[in-house]
């Protein structure tokens, strides 16, 4: 198989994550303001997630506690404004003065995002256990060769 006895993906994908993870979260950030957003930053996350699991360096676990804790996360962020009386999803931004980064901007919609991008990387753990991924990356055991057995 071509999971984990290939070292020359295992280094590819190992020297990739970081790129990847870096891409991921400059998405999470521009979500707001440019194309992206905690979907797409899920989709790069759960990429990473995907290759570091057929290459077989990481197999990747938590697919419940992800899609839980997301979908509640979404939930709480998305009715938190029913309790003050505003429609439902308003958001709510805030600053703070950063000492070395001056004013920054934030509102109600990044654990939002960030709810979204744990499910879209749950659904694709869900989809990569599903799919048996742990079964094609594990080591099949070795015949015994013709020397070790015995006469």
């Known amino acids: 198989m071509i999971g984990g006895s290939s070292p020359v993906l295992q280094l590819g994908v190992r020297t990739a994550t970081p790129l990847a993870i870096l891409v991921g979260v400059y998405l999470f950030f521009a979500g707001h303001n440019a194309p992206g957003g905690g979907f797409a930053a899920g989709l790069v996350f759960g990429a990473v997630v995907t290759l570091r699991a057929i290459a077989g360096i990481q197999r990747p676990t938590h697919a419940m506690t992800l899609l839980s804790g997301g979908t509640l996360m979404v939930i709480v962020v998305a009715a938190i404004p029913l309790f003050f009386g505003e429609p439902l999803l308003d958001q709510a ?27 879209v990387v749950g659904l694709i753990i869900a989809l990569l256990d599903g ?15 013709s020397s070790e057995v015995a006469s």
Do not use: W
């Open 93 to 119: 931004v805030g600053s703070i003065e950063v000492p070395l980064l001056g004013k920054v901007k934030s509102g109600s919609a990044l654990p939002f995002d960030l709810g979204v991008s744990a499910i």
């Open 131 to 145: 799919l048996g991924v742990g079964d094609i990356t594990a080591k099949r055991p070795q015949s015994p060769d």
